[in-house]
Structure formats: C-alpha cells, structure tokens
C-alpha cells in the first residue's frame, strides 16, 4: 500500500472561462463518466415528453454543471442557481463542447412540407451572441402616475435559480393568466412607493399587487423580462433537395440543451 491517493492517478484538466453576462472568470473541468450517467437521464427525459418533464431536466443540468465547476483559489465555489440564465446557458455548452470534443452536432430537417430532408448542423458555441446586453444593469422599473407619487419595481436579475422556480411554465403549451403573473412576480425583489420600500414580500402578495396594476403599467414589467440578455445562435444554410433557405435559431435556453 502507498500513500498515494487512488485518485491522484487521475491529472485535472481545468479550463478558464469567461462568463459572457457576469464578466467573471470560473474554472471547469470536462463531464467525468460519473456525470454521463446523469446526461443520458436527462436525454431520455426530453425525448419521452417535453411536456411536465422541465423541472427534472433543470435538475441534472444544474448537477452536471455543480459537478464540472472547479473551486476558486480561496476554496469557493460559485453558486450555480445564483448565475444569470445566460451565463449558466454558456457554460453548460462550454462544458459539454471539452467533453465531447470542441463542435457538436444535431441533426435539423427542412422546414419545407414536403421535403424534411435532414442535415447535420455543427453548433460552434463561440458563433453564440448575448443579446440585450445593454440591459444588464437594470434594476429598476419606474411606473409614471398623474398626481400622484411614482412607484419603482426594483427587479432581480434573471437567475437559474427564477428559471427552475418556473419550470413548470416553460414546460407548458398553454399558460394560464394566473401562472404567467406568477411568473412575472419571480423578477420582483421590492416594491418602492412614497417614500417606503417594501421588500421580503410573500410571492402571493406580489402577485396580488401586480394584478392590481393598470395593463399598460404592467407591460413595462413584461418588455423587461422579454428582453433581458440571452445567448442566441443563428445559421441559415441552404436544402441541398429543395433549395430552401432554413432559418435556425436557438433563442430559448431550452433550445440549446438538446
Ligand atoms: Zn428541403
């Protein structure tokens, strides 16, 4: 017997990355065979039925990349239900690009009715753009009243942590009025008005206040979700049977983890 540690045989293969919303540079490590076996899980989950099946699949893609994510200098590890939806997107395929090699591929099938012949797409992470950058730092929405003190909207920004919170919405084809507003209700961190700030507020009451609003004065709310950052992937190639033009786009963070 030596004192070696078993697993010392195994080197460490860490990779830098940054972060493309946050700015903040964090160490990770390829999936280990461990980690696969979580993969194949979530695999099979999403071709059974999108549907009912989000939270789940939230679930393991958090594991795998808790897994893969490599402590800082001082010990820490960052808190992966803390990082912005756009940057948790962006390292999830970082970190499935060195494992599986630098591209992966998927297959797409033509849009036109008749034709849906099928072409392997390479998807390069770098080709990737954040959209709404410039909307990151907003914190704050400010509703306008005639004769009468503004209320602010102070916001929180669009975490992993509001996207599991709301798998069950996104998992659905059809939304009711009520889940939508909850939903809306997860991006407020205080309600601010003459003078006061009402923070560490019951989901409920939130819902209840957001409701209480005049439509118009709520759509501010809503143009603030719609248009957060995102990571978006774009490529148009040409239908080598029919010569249409495919559009593809992946837009939606689910988009990217098929
Ligand atoms: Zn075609």
Redesign the pocket.
Known sequence: MSNLNLFDLIPKIRYTVELPVSKKEIEVEPYKHGNVRSILLLMQDFKQRKQGHMKKALQSMQKIVEDCILPDAKGDKIDVKKLHIADFVYVMNYIKAISNGEESSFFFR???EN???EKKIDFVLDDCEVKNLENKDIDKIEIEFENQDNIFLHLKPFTFQIYIDNARFFGQEFIEGNEATRYYASFIDAIEGKGQIFDNMKKDNIVKFLDALYECDLKKLIDYINNVPMLVWEKKYE?E????I?HIKLEHPTDFFV
């Open positions: 033509c849009d036109t034709c849906k012949q239908c049977k029919c010569g249409k495919n």
